[in-house]
């Protein structure tokens, strides 16, 4: 008696192990794909999971059918058993041999198919943020909404700040609701009170939703008339008047919000209920108080803004010690401060207290842990701690985007430059007209040698600000790292010298520098330092170094000794009082090196590198100013270590910079660093 085929051999004939393969290569397709479709038409994550799930689930089912069936030119027939021998059983192998082909040829096209999406995933989609940031609408669910700034109908225009921060309150409340898609102040802002077109303003911000509202206050009587729309057919979904004294006025804003959540069938959770329903404060001088700082917060970026808002918050604290939400936002104002103009002791301390107190009165608020993410952040560079504490106040305001935002900040400051853009285009989905994270983009892009990237992104900020003098100077520093000179002096044509602003005019001086216009960097700088309102800090004390090489490089040997010997008797005063975040002693640095002085510039360069810590966005700029001051004092081996070793890292000096700064002229002749510009050169240009 003859023995029949094992089990395996058995599996093999009825191509059980083909079908296997071909379905779980075509099942990983089919995976990948729909869940980066489905997303766009707002598909649940408990819908993909199941579409995942039953992907699963039919594998055995296929191995069973490849088992009991086969496919013939008859069509689908039951498997039969293998005939021993003759004419049959040489028709039945013929048979299985074209069969054996094609299935062979449709494994090999998915193999192909499977490896394609795997090259195009690494090498494309995984850049697609960064290289194609066109702002379409997102599609829009019947649980997304966008609040419109509040109209002020108040005879006193002295009380608008009033409408700005009741909206502001709304907003932060409706935040915090999961199941609903709130777009952020940020982008609502350019409409007015009751705009014109609201469908077009929907589908611009991706929304189903509209709130519209007016505020108006006389005296201690307070009226809010809000009314939700859906846009597309401009239906009144929901509306109401609230009447109410200024004493009474503390509550409104919940109310406001978990009408809307029920308006759009928006299920809350007993945390989100808590917190809706929560009262900031019963003292209703301190809330006026803070009112006043949200409007000053919600302005305009600006040295004069930021300082209100912080005094205000401060004001509101005072008259009420237990009102949480006025020492998170006077520690956000506090941190900011402490971050771009006064590194001083007190005002690092008002940060800290802010942090310490809004927890504690707090814990579960979820602007309590945005102020201590903000605190860890600016203010002591405990970035692991910053990370954790945005990502606990995403978890608690899940439409904040600032709380994305911020932590995008903190991943560009380890390194983590990439994960850093992708936050910040998730953060635009909930902000998508935030021109300060497609600015953001801009910068992050520009330092790591991708400025041909950055430059849709800051077309993009355009369209939303056009002629915006910040925006364009990004997009003409973008062209100066390309080492395009003629396009960016195109650019800046149409913007005058920002004396106001340190971090703009130094990009203009660059270019003048660049441009080897000695003259007109002089002018610039000696305008910007007598200017009646400069005020000398980090950034701004970078005008003396640039002023003393500036002077030296057209020739007024006595002008630069001169400013330099300024500079540097300024800014060791301005050491003394104020913490030094590395600037000042990056500063200091050229401007020993201008002295003369290679101890003294080596010494305080390797003190800013120092002192930026684990922040490796801002050490990668100190370690360009430690590279520049060794080459400028003649230590030109110690300064090509630099530059080669900024070159084998993500961020640092820029092709444009190393191609063009006269800084560099001392390095031209040498071989070492014209392989570095070359390599520089080859990295900028995949980077485009």
Known sequence: MSKGPSFFAELQRRHVYKVGAMYAVAGWLLVQVVTQVLPVFDVSALGQRVLVLLVVAGFPVALVLAWVFDLTPQGIVRTEALPAEGGEAQAVAAQRRSLERRLNYILGVLLLLGLGYVVVDRTLLRRVPAAAPAAPAAAATDKSIAVLPFESLSDDKSNAYFAVGIQDEILTRLAKIGSLKVISRTSTEQYGGRPGNLKEIAHALGVANILEGSVQKVGAKVRIDVQLIHADDDAHLWAEIYDR?????????????????????????????????????????????????????????????????????????????????????????????????????????????????????????????????????????????????????????????????????????????????????????????????????????????????????????????????????????????????????????????????????????????????????????????????????????????????????????????????????????????????????????????????????????????????????????QEQTLAGARELVGRKDQAIEVLAQQLREPAGVPYGDLKLDPIWDGLRSDPRFQKILADCAAATKAGA
């Open 245 to 621: 004294n200024l004493d009474d006025i503390l509550g409104v804003q919940g109310e406001v919000a978990s009408a809307i959540a029920s308006a759009l069938n928006a299920s809350l959770t007993g945390a989100e209920q808590r917190q809706l329903s929560a009262k900031p404060t019963l003292n209703a001088a301190a809330y006026d108080a803070y009112l006043r700082g949200l409007d000053a917060e919600k302005s305009s970026f600006s040295h004069e803004t930021v300082y209100a808002s912080s005094r205000y918050f401060a004001e509101a604290a005072a008259l009420d010690p237990g009102f949480a939400l006025a020492w998170a936002h006077g520690t956000e104002a506090d941190s900011l401060i402490y971050f771009n103009f006064d590194f001083s002791e007190e005002r690092l301390a008002a940060a800290r207290r802010g942090a310490e107190m809004a927890t504690q009165l707090a814990p579960d608020a979820g602007e309590a842990w945005l102020a201590k993410a903000y605190y860890l952040y600016r203010c002591v560079k405990d970035f692991d701690g910053a990370s954790a504490a945005f990502e606990e106040a995403q978890r608690r305001m899940p439409n904040e985007a600032y709380a994305t935002g911020g932590l995008a900040f903190v991943e560009r400051r380890r390194g983590h430059y990439q994960h850093a853009i992708d936050l910040l285009v998730g953060a635009l989905a909930r902000d998508p007209r935030n021109v300060s994270f497609l600015s953001s983009i801009v910068e992050t892009l520009n330092a790591i040698r991708r400025p041909g990237e950055a430059q849709p992104w800051i077309e993009r900020a355009l369209a939303i600000k056009p002629n915006d003098a910040s925006l364009l100077i990004q997009q003409a520093a973008s062209l100066m790292n390309l080492g395009d000179l003629d396009a960016a002096g195109a650019v800046l044509a149409n913007v005058p010298p920002q004396l106001d602003d340190a971090s703009n005019l130094n990009y203009q001086v660059q270019y003048q520098v660049l441009r080897r216009d000695y003259a007109a960097a002089i002018r610039t700088l000696q305008s910007a330092l007598n200017a009646p309102d400069f005020m000398l800090d980090g950034y701004s004390g970078g005008y003396y170094p640039a002023l003393g090489w500036a002077q030296r490089w057209a020739g007024d040997e006595a002008g630069a000794r001169a400013t330099f010997a300024l500079g540097k008797q300024k800014l060791e005063a301005l050491r003394a009082v104020w913490h030094d975040n590395g600037n000042i002693a990056a500063n200091l640095a050229l401007i020993d090196a201008g002295l003369g002085d290679a101890e003294g510039a080596e010494r305080e360069a390797q003190e800013s590198v120092a002192r930026s810590g684990k922040d490796l966005f801002q050490k990668q700029f």
